[in-house]
Every structure is written in structure tokens, then in C-alpha cells.
């Protein structure tokens, strides 16, 4: 068992000497006394529980380093309590998160349980050690059972056995209903709980990161106590399986070879014990004595000693109606436009410029808005076409001079009053779709990082993989949901047209939604903090849906543009589903099954990203 304590921080920590318990101060620099290094071979640096050599360790550039350990050698034997000390800052968390493989040393050497942390077989990170971080690292959404449950199905336990476990650390804990959600307990409570997920799966090596930090005094025993009581329980269950009732049928039983040890606990000895840790070298000698724990072994095999282990964002006044908003458009007849328009159609080619000019309406249109300006451009041509239909037709001549010489058929595709809804809609369910996914996804693992979680997960052993893979299944249920009311609201609130195949238009969607995850998942694995994803995710989308063709079309945008457009995640897929909704047109066409193409490909590449930098990151 290895526990962190700051220094001064109102008693905590280790008091040194004591059978099984060790005092060391960290590190180096900053005027802070270094540890004592200790010298052994490589065969009983493996004996080890933790064995430190020679290690170095700075944070920051190689040119402007902030050394944190210098040359720290350090040996916890096993069935030992371990209490590191040292003043804040000094380094005792990057210990630990070397010594269970979070962080790799600069130099030197670090042995846990015989083996190299984050070396195949050496079971660290895994279920050998329990790990109980300084920040409280759980879920605040989970009760106490989900959390364990977790926990538990994390290190392969049976879920019976889980809840036998759980039942235990419950009533050992002191801790309220399991169904309590851990948002709602108190500081002390939630420590506790995270101390019963480092005890979970009853590891080899217990590794406590400043278990009592931020408690009151009362509850800071509490857990000494309990700490002390998870330690004998520990050495009960490593040898000694028969009780005798007095020392001395204890020894006996050592003497005849029936036992390999005998242990004995003092009548107070857990209090005494607690007021030996508190009161540190200040503790008078009868604390020191109670709280030893006598051993009497038989070291005639070195068995024993290898099954010990221990356990954590106008004209006038028509156009200034135009000009304040009044009016989307200004129309204007001069005082003779009638009688210059009859002029105009019976003279022909022999009008007058001034006929031609009287016989024009004039219009001032706001055009600010798109849409309705080219509405009342078309409406107003289609407008004057009858009326000058009606006019030849009164005067004996044929209307159809009246038409511009240009005949439009019925369209292939769409129709001759094209509507913008129509051109916008696949574009815009896609980006919806898309960017509620990032919105679902990107702070996730950062999250779960600021909590402490992420590196739990690591540190039991849980790769980047797993996390990754166990958020998409668990969000992608959330996505499907909002995917299915983007597309109802769309195409039945909202009318837009669906010629193709809509289990086609559905996949590509649902497609959509996942890219979208996995690019919140690159989001969320890069950024360290929360507002940083949301301003890479807002700083992403403005250019995405003004280079996707969604709203303005990619082969109206200079050349440049749309190579730029096409390499982005959407603007295939908006093409596609635009081909599938209004021209009908299935996967056979290159259209429509490059956007299927295109959006796989980028799901691969996020996901990959993504699971490199969680892997960088972890290391
Ligand atoms: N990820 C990091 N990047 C850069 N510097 C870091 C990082 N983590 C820690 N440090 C620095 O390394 C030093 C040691 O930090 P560490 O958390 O190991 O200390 P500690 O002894 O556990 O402190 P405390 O008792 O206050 O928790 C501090 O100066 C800290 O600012």
C-alpha cells in the first residue's frame, strides 16, 4: 500500500519506523530534501512491490525544464504501508503516476508487482493495482452500485461477485444506500466511494493519492482506520487462515509447523495505530507500542515472503417605404404608361425612344433578401407577360408574342417553380445532424479527463479503444434519436420532397451523425478544456456550412474554393442526399455513392485521430 500525504497538512501521513510502515519525503530541487536512495539487485528490485532507481523527471521544454524528481530511488517492500511526504507541488503525484504507469520517467527505472509499468504481462496498468486518485474521479450521474458495477465489469468480476463486494465496502465504508447517486453525497462520501472502487477487485498494490485530502480531522481517522483495518485484513488473508485464541497457541502453532506466522494485534491497536499516523514523531511510546503489530515468522522458507502482497455563441415616399423596411419593393407607372404601352405594341420596331421609355414601369426592390427579391422580380415579368397577353388578344393579335422566345419543357428534374427549401434541405438536416453530433461529443472525454475518470479508466487497465468504442455505442443511441426527428420534422412537418430511396437518405444520415461523433471525439481528445472544445467546434461550423454548397452552390465558388469544399466532411454527402431527395437517383450513381464514400472515410480518419491522441496522451 502506497499513500500520499502533503506535508503540514495538519497531521496526515506516515509516521515513520513501526513494523510494516515507512516515512520518505519527496524529491529534489526547490530546496526540498531529497529521498534516500537505497542500492539492490535487479532480481530483488523485482521482489519489490515498488521499486524505484535513479529516476529523473521534468515537465515543460528540454530547454526550460521544471525538474521534479532528480535521481529518486525509492523501495516499498511488499506487505508493507508506504506513506510519501513531502511539501506541495514537490512531486508525489507524478510518482505515483509513473508508478502506475500514467507518465513515463525521463531517466531511470520504476519495477511494480516484478514488472515494468505499461510493459506487456506486467498487469500495470490493470487490475494488480487499486488506484485512488486526488480528485474524486467518479461519475456524479452513477449511484454508488453503477459505479462499482463499472468498476467491477472493468476488471472482469462476475456481476454476483460485484455485488457481494459491494455489500462489504458498503457496511465496511460506512457508506449510505448504494442507490444514492454520487452527484449527491458529501465530500467525505464520495471519498469513501472512491476508496471503495481502489479496494474493488481487492488489488495487489493499493495506491491512495492523498486519500484524507480536503476531509475534517474526524473523517481523516476514519479512513486511517479503515485503511489500517483493509491492511490487516490484507496480512490475515496472506498466511495465517487458522485463529488462535491466545499468543502463545499462535506461536506454538508456528513452532510446530502448523503455521507460518503468528500475528498478533493489540486490544486498541486500530486506534492506536490512527493516533501513531496522526500524531506522527510527536506519538509517546505506549501509542508506538500498541500500535505495532507483533509478527513471529518462520523464515526457514522463502515462501512467505513471496505470497506477501497488500492491496484503490423615390421617387417619394414609395421608396422611403422600401428604405425603412416597410415594403420589400417600390413600383412606379408613369402618368402616360398605358397609352405609351399600346403605342409601343402597335408601332413595333417604329417606336420612339420616348414611347419606349413612358411605356416601362420602374421598380426599386429591396433585394437584401434573396429570396423574395428574385419572387417579385419573376412574379412582376410574369405579371406585365398577361397583361400584354390580354392586350393582343384584344387587339386581334396573337398573345404568344407576348412570351420571350424561349420555351420552357417540364423539367427533368425538380420543377418549374423550384423552391429554395427544396435546395437547402439536404444540406441543412445533414449540418444539423452533423453538429448536434460534435455538440454530443466533444466535451465528452474532457469531462471525464477534468474528473479524474479518464485516468482511472487507465490506470485499471482500459485502452483508448475501449473508451472511445464505449462512448460511440453509448452516444450513438442518443444521435439515432435526434438523427430520426431531424429527418420527421424535415420531410413531414416541413414538406420537403423525398423521390429516392428513404432507408438510403436514412443511412446517409445516420452516417452524417456518426462523422459528426467522431469529429467531437478529435475535438474532445485534443482540447485540455471544455471552452476550448466548444470554440473549436462553433470555429469549425461557419466554415463548414458556408464551403459545403449548402447554402451557396460549390460550382458557384471560385475554383480554389472548391477544392477546399470538396475535402470537407459534408459537401459530398450534401450532394448525395440532394441527388437521393429531389432527382430520386439510387447508389449506383457515382453522385450519390461517392457521399456514402466520402463520409466513411472521414468516420475512419476521426476515429483514428482520435484513438492516436488518446494513446499519445495516455503515455
Ligand atoms: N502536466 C503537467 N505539466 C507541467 N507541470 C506539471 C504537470 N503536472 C504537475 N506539474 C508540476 O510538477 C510539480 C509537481 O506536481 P505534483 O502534482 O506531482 O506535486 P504533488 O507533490 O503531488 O503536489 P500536491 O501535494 O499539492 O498534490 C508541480 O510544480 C506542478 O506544477
Known amino acids: 500500500m502506497l499513500i500520499t500525504e502533503t506535508g503540514g497538512g495538519g497531521g496526515g501521513g506516515g509516521g515513520g519506523g513501526g513494523?510494516?510502515?515507512?516515512?520518505?519525503?519527496v524529491d529534489g530541487?526547490?530546496?526540498?530534501?531529497?529521498?534516500?536512495?537505497?542500492?539492490?539487485?535487479?532480481?530483488?528490485?523485482?521482489?519489490?512491490?515498488?521499486?524505484?532507481?535513479?529516476?529523473?523527471?521534468?515537465?515543460?521544454?528540454?530547454?526550460?525544464?521544471?525538474h521534479v524528481l532528480s535521481n529518486l530511488s525509492m523501495t516499498v517492500a511488499k506487505g508493507t504501508i508506504y506513506g510519501l511526504l513531502g511539501a506541495s507541488g514537490c512531486g508525489k503525484t507524478t510518482l505515483l503516476s509513473c508508478i502506475v504507469g500514467r507518465r513515463r520517467l525521463n531517466t531511470g527505472e520504476i519495477y511494480v508487482l516484478g514488472g515494468k509499468p505499461g510493459t506487456k504481462g506486467s498487469g500495470v496498468p490493470g487490475k494488480r493495482v487499486g488506484y485512488m486518485p486526488q480528485e474524486i474521479a467518479l461519475n456524479g450521474e452513477f449511484s454508488i452500485r453503477e459505479t462499482?458495477?463499472?468498476?467491477?465489469w472493468i476488471f472482469g468480476m462476475e456481476t454476483s461477485e460485484i455485488q457481494d463486494r459491494l455489500e462489504f465496502l458498503l457496511n465496511f465504508l460506512d457508506l449510505p444506500s448504494q442507490n444514492r447517486l454520487v452527484k449527491n453525497l458529501s465530500g467525505g462520501q464520495q471519498r469513501r466511494v472512491s476508496f471503495a472502487v481502489a479496494l474493488m477487485h481487492d488489488p495487489e498494490l493499493l495506491i491512495l493519492d492523498e486519500?484524507?485530502?480536503?476531509?475534517?480531522?474526524?473523517?481523516?481517522?476514519?479512513?486511517l482506520v479503515e485503511l489500517l483495518l483493509v491492511f490487516c485484513d490484507s496480512l490475515c488473508k496472506l498466511g495465517v487462515q487458522d485463529y488462535y485464541r491466545t499468543i502463545e497457541d499462535s506461536i506454538e502453532a508456528v513452532k510446530v509447523g502448523k503455521a507460518w506466522a503468528a500475528i498478533y494485534f493489540g486490544p486498541d491497536f486500530s486506534e492506536e495505530l490512527a493516533a501513531r499516523m496522526l500524531l506522527g514523531r510527536f506519538a509517546d511510546e505506549g501509542t508506538l507500542n500498541r500500535s505495532d503489530i507483533i509478527l513471529w515468522q518462520d523464515l526457514s522458507s522463502e515462501l512467505l515472503n513471496m505470497n506477501l502482497h497488500v492491496f484503490?455563441?423615390?421617387?417619394?415616399?414609395?421608396?422611403?417605404?422600401?428604405?425603412?423596411?416597410?415594403?420589400w419593393g417600390a413600383i412606379y407607372f408613369t402618368d402616360n404608361f398605358t397609352d405609351a404601352l399600346v403605342a409601343r405594341m402597335a408601332l413595333g420596331r417604329a417606336a420612339d425612344n420616348e414611347t419606349l421609355d413612358q411605356s416601362e414601369m420602374r421598380v426599386w426592390l429591396d433585394m437584401s433578401n434573396q429570396q423574395i427579391g428574385l419572387m417579385l422580380n419573376r412574379d412582376l415579368q410574369v405579371a406585365y407577360r398577361d397583361f400584354a397577353q390580354q392586350l393582343l388578344t384584344a387587339c386581334d393579335n396573337n398573345?404568344?408574342?407576348?412570351?420571350?422566345?424561349?420555351?420552357?419543357?417540364?423539367?427533368?428534374y425538380g420543377s418549374n417553380d423550384p423552391s429554395f427549401t427544396n435546395f437547402v434541405a439536404p444540406g441543412v438536416i445533414l449540418t444539423i445532424v452533423f453538429f448536434?453530433?460534435?455538440?454530443?461529443?466533444?466535451?465528452?472525454?474532457?469531462?471525464?479527463?477534468?474528473?479524474?475518470?479518464?485516468?482511472?479508466?487507465?490506470?485499471?487497465?482500459?485502452?483508448?479503444?475501449?473508451?472511445?468504442?464505449?462512448?460511440?455505442?453509448?452516444?450513438?443511441?442518443?444521435?439515432?434519436?435526434?438523427?430520426?426527428l431531424v429527418l420527421i420534422f424535415?420531410?413531414?412537418?416541413?414538406?420537403?420532397?423525398?423521390?429516392?430511396?428513404i432507408f438510403l437518405v436514412i443511412i446517409l444520415t445516420i452516417l452524417q451523425g456518426l462523422c459528426g461523433m467522431c469529429f467531437g471525439f478529435v475535438i474532445s481528445a485534443i482540447c485540455e478544456l471544455e471552452r476550448n472544445a466548444i470554440q473549436l467546434a462553433l470555429g469549425s461550423f461557419y466554415p463548414t456550412l458556408l464551403l459545403s454548397g449548402v447554402i451557396w452552390p460549390v460550382e458557384g465558388m471560385p475554383v480554389m474554393l472548391r477544392y477546399i469544399s470538396a475535402c470537407l466532411p459534408l459537401t459530398l454527402a450534401t450532394t448525395s442526399l440532394r441527388s437521393m431527395l429531389t432527382r430520386g437517383w439510387f447508389i449506383t450513381e457515382p453522385d450519390v455513392y461517392l457521399g456514402f464514400i466520402s463520409t466513411i472515410i472521414w468516420i475512419v480518419l476521426f476515429l483514428s485521430i482520435s484513438m492516436i491522441v488518446l494513446k499519445v496522451k495516455r503515455g
Open 399 to 412: 398573345p404568344k408574342l407576348a412570351d420571350i422566345p424561349i420555351q420552357f419543357k417540364e423539367p427533368i
Open 312 to 327: 484503490y455563441p423615390p421617387p417619394d415616399s414609395a421608396i422611403a417605404a422600401v428604405e425603412t423596411g416597410d415594403a
Open 211 to 223: 486519500p484524507t485530502v480536503g476531509v475534517d480531522p474526524l473523517l481523516r481517522q476514519s479512513i
Open 29 to 66: 530541487r526547490n530546496g526540498k530534501p531529497p529521498l534516500q536512495t537505497q542500492q539492490s539487485t535487479v532480481w530483488s528490485r523485482r521482489q519489490q512491490a515498488v521499486c524505484v532507481r535513479h529516476a529523473f523527471k521534468h515537465y515543460g521544454s528540454s530547454k526550460h525544464p521544471n
Open 19 to 25: 513494523v510494516g510502515m515507512e516515512g520518505v519525503t
Open 436 to 484: 448536434l453530433a460534435v455538440a454530443l461529443t466533444s466535451s465528452a472525454l474532457i469531462i471525464e479527463r477534468m474528473e479524474g475518470l479518464l485516468d482511472r479508466s487507465w490506470v485499471a487497465g482500459v485502452t483508448p479503444v475501449e473508451i472511445l468504442f464505449s462512448h460511440v455505442i453509448t452516444q450513438f443511441v442518443v444521435m439515432c434519436g435526434q438523427t430520426a
Open 148 to 152: 462499482m458495477m463499472y468498476f467491477g
Open 490 to 501: 424535415m420531410i413531414l412537418v416541413f414538406g420537403v420532397e423525398c423521390k429516392g430511396d
